[in-house]
C-alpha cells in the first residue's frame, strides 16, 4: 500500500510542478471579470458616494454642471437637521421594534413549535409562514395595502368588527405600528429558518433531562436551550439589523414615507432628498451615514461569525 | 398490538394534552397570521368586479386575460423576464469562473478579496443608489436595460461567488488531477468534471439570484425612466398609486402572475430553503 502510493505521488509531482506554474495565467481571466464587475457596480458607487457628499450636486440646474467642494457641510447640516435625526429615529424603531423584538420573538415560536416531535402538518404550518418572505415585496406590501385598507370592509377593520370595535385608519393614525407589522409578517420565516438550523444542535438528552427533572416547557426553553443557541441567536440579530436598515420597497410602496414623514425611513430619506428634491450632494452624505453604520455591524458579524475562508 | 396502543394513548396526561392544544392553536394563529393577506390579492384576482378589499368573488379569468391582450401589461412581464434571465445568466457564467479561481487557486489576497466581497454583501441598495444613478448616467447606461442587467448580475455576485466556491470546494481536486493524466487541459477537465458536479451548487445560485432580480424594486425604480422599460414591480406600484381609478382586477391579476415565478422557485429550493446557510443568503 505504502510503496504504491509512493510510485503515485512520485508520478504525478514532475506533472504537477509547470502545470501550475502555467495555469496562473488563468488566474485574471478567471477571477478578473466577476472583480472588475463588482468594482464598478458596488465599489465605485460607495466611493464616488463619499466624494459626491462633499460637494453640493445637484440633479439639475447649475450646481448639476459645475458642483463645488463644500466641504462637510453637507453632514453639518444632516446632523443639526429635524428631518434626519427623525429618519434615525425611525429607522431605528423600525429596526428594533420589527426585527429584533418581533422576527425573533415569533419566528423563535415558529421554530420551536415547528420541532415539537407530536406536531402534524409540519410541512405546512412552515410552508404557510415561508410565503410572505418568498414574494416580491412590492406584492407584500400590495397585500397589506388592502389589509389596512380604511374602508369598514378591509381586512383589519373586519377582524376588529368581530371584536366589537369601532373602524380604523390604521395607516393615518399608527402608520409606524403598520410598516413595522408588515415587516414582522415578512421576516418571521428568515428568524424561524435561521433559529432551526440552531435547534437542531442542542442535544436531545439535556432537554430530557430538565425534563424528567420536571422542569416545565418554558423553563426548559429559558434555562437549557436559550443559553445553548445564544451565539447563533446573536448573529441572526445583527444580520436581520443589517437587512432591516436596507428596507424600502416593502415601506415605500405602502406609504411613500408619509403621512407627514412618520415612516420616513433613513433608506426614503436618501431616496426622496436625492431624486426628488435633487440635492444629490446631500443624499450622498446621508448615504455616507448608512454606509459607515452598516459597515460597522458587517465587520462585528464577520469577526463573530468566524467565517472561514 | 391495538391493545397497547390504546394503552399508551390513554398514559398522555390531561394537562399535557391541554398543553398541545394550545401549542397547536398558536402555531395555526401564526400561519393564519402569515396567509390572511393574500386572501384578497387571490379573490380579487379572479374576480370580475374586484375592490380594494375583500368581498364575494364572481368568478372570472377576464383580469387575466386582460394582462395578457392589454397594450402596456405583457410589456412589462417581458421586461421582467429579460431582465431576470440576462441578469442571472451574466450573473451565473462569471461567477461560476470567479468561484473556481477562489476555489482552485492560492494566491495573494485571495483571503481579502472573499472577506471583502462578504462585506459587500451588507451594503443594501439605498446606500449606493444616488452615486450609482450619476454614474450611470454618464456612461450612458442609466434608462437601458443593459445597464439595469450588469447592476443586477454584480449586486448579486458576492453571494453567487460564496455559494459556488463551497460547491467547488467540495469536488475533489483529485478527480480533475486524474483528467489531466488522461491527456485533458486545463479547461478540459473543468468543462468534463468540475461541471457536472457543480450543477447542483449552480441550481440553487441560479434560483436565489433570479429570485433576487425578479424582486427588486428600488434599483430598476431609479434607473429606468421610459414607461416601455418598466418591469412588473415597477408597472405595478405606478399602477398602485395612479392618481385616477385603480382597475383593482387588473391589479391583484399582474401580482399573482408576478409571483408565480418565485413561488416555484421556492418549492424547488424548500429542501435547500431549510439549510441555514442558503437562508442567509435569500434574506435582502
Avoid at chain 1, 409578517?185 to 442535544?203: S, T
Avoid at chain 2, 451594503?123 to 443586477?152: H, K
Wanted: hydrophobic share 55%.
Amino acid at each position: 500500500m505504502a510503496y504504491q502510493t509512493v510510485t503515485v505521488t512520485q508520478a504525478r509531482m514532475p506533472e504537477r510542478r509547470p502545470r501550475s506554474r502555467r495555469d496562473r495565467g488563468m488566474l485574471p481571466v478567471l477571477l478578473g471579470p466577476s472583480a472588475l464587475l463588482i468594482a464598478a457596480f458596488v465599489v465605485l458607487p460607495a466611493i464616488y458616494g463619499l466624494y459626491l457628499s462633499f460637494t453640493n450636486t445637484q440633479l439639475t440646474g447649475s450646481a448639476a454642471r459645475n458642483p463645488k467642494f463644500v466641504g462637510l457641510r453637507n453632514y453639518e447640516y444632516l446632523l443639526t437637521s429635524d428631518d434626519f435625526g427623525a429618519s434615525m429615529w425611525n429607522t431605528a424603531q423600525f429596526v428594533f421594534l420589527s426585527a429584533i423584538i418581533g422576527q425573533t420573538v415569533l419566528g423563535m415560536l415558529a421554530a420551536v413549535l415547528l420541532t415539537r416531535k407530536w406536531l402534524k402538518g409540519k410541512g405546512a404550518f412552515g410552508a404557510a409562514v415561508l410565503l410572505p418572505m418568498v414574494v416580491p415585496e412590492v406584492v407584500a406590501s400590495l397585500t397589506w395595502a388592502s389589509v389596512l385598507s380604511p374602508r369598514e370592509d378591509g381586512t383589519l377593520n373586519q377582524l376588529l368588527h368581530v371584536f366589537g370595535q369601532a373602524p380604523v385608519a390604521a395607516l393615518q393614525t399608527a402608520p409606524m405600528l403598520c410598516i413595522i407589522a408588515v415587516n414582522i409578517w415578512r421576516g418571521i420565516a428568515f428568524a424561524m429558518i435561521m433559529f432551526q438550523a440552531a435547534l437542531e444542535d442542542v442535544p436531545e438528552e439535556l432537554i430530557e433531562a430538565a425534563r424528567i427533572d420536571g422542569a416545565g416547557a418554558w423553563q426548559v426553553f429559558r434555562y437549557v436551550t436559550l443559553p445553548l443557541i445564544r451565539g447563533p441567536v446573536f448573529l441572526y440579530l445583527l444580520l436581520t439589523t443589517i437587512t432591516t436598515v436596507g428596507v424600502f420597497g416593502l415601506v415605500y410602496f405602502l406609504t411613500q414615507g408619509g403621512p407627514g414623514g412618520e415612516t420616513r425611513l433613513t433608506a426614503i430619506f436618501i431616496y426622496e432628498r436625492a431624486f426628488q428634491y435633487s440635492q444629490i450632494g446631500l443624499g450622498s452624505a446621508a448615504s455616507v451615514i448608512l454606509l459607515v453604520l452598516l459597515m460597522v455591524l458587517g465587520l462585528t458579524y464577520v469577526r463573530l461569525a468566524k467565517v472561514d475562508v | 398490538m391495538a391493545a397497547t396502543t390504546t394503552r399508551a394513548r390513554r398514559r398522555i396526561p390531561l394537562v399535557v394534552v391541554i398543553q398541545r392544544a394550545l401549542q397547536y392553536a398558536l402555531i395555526t394563529l401564526l400561519a393564519l397570521f402569515c396567509l390572511v393577506p393574500f386572501a384578497w390579492l387571490l379573490v380579487s384576482a379572479f374576480d370580475a368586479d374586484a375592490g380594494s378589499t375583500l368581498g364575494v368573488p364572481d368568478l372570472t379569468l377576464d383580469n387575466f386575460v386582460g394582462f395578457f391582450s392589454g397594450a402596456e401589461t405583457p410589456r412589462l412581464l417581458l421586461n421582467s423576464l429579460i431582465i431576470a434571465v440576462l441578469g442571472t445568466a451574466l450573473n451565473l457564467a462569471l461567477g461560476v469562473m470567479g468561484a473556481y479561481a477562489l476555489s482552485r487557486f492560492r494566491f495573494r489576497g485571495r483571503k481579502f478579496f472573499m472577506f471583502a466581497i462578504l462585506l459587500i454583501r451588507v451594503i443594501p441598495v439605498p446606500a449606493t443608489i444616488v452615486a450609482l444613478y450619476l454614474l450611470m448616467v454618464q456612461v450612458n447606461l442609466d434608462n437601458s436595460l443593459f445597464g439595469l442587467i450588469l447592476v443586477e448580475a454584480a449586486q448579486a455576485l458576492p453571494i453567487t461567488l460564496w455559494l459556488l466556491k463551497g460547491a467547488i470546494d467540495a469536488i475533489p481536486m483529485e478527480l480533475e488531477e486524474a483528467a489531466w493524466l488522461d491527456g485533458m487541459t486545463r479547461y478540459q477537465a473543468i468543462w468534463k468534471i468540475v461541471g457536472p458536479l457543480v450543477m447542483p451548487g449552480l441550481g440553487a445560485a441560479a434560483m436565489l439570484t433570479f429570485m433576487a432580480i425578479w424582486g427588486d424594486f428600488l434599483t430598476p425604480l431609479v434607473l429606468l425612466q421610459s414607461p416601455d422599460l418598466y418591469p412588473l414591480s415597477i408597472g405595478l406600484f405606478r399602477a398602485f398609486t395612479a392618481f385616477n381609478q385603480v382597475d383593482w382586477g387588473l391589479l391583484t391579476a399582474s401580482a399573482v402572475i408576478y409571483m408565480v415565478p418565485p413561488t416555484i422557485l421556492y418549492v424547488i429550493l424548500r429542501r435547500h430553503l431549510m439549510r441555514s446557510s442558503l437562508g442567509g443568503a435569500i434574506k435582502g
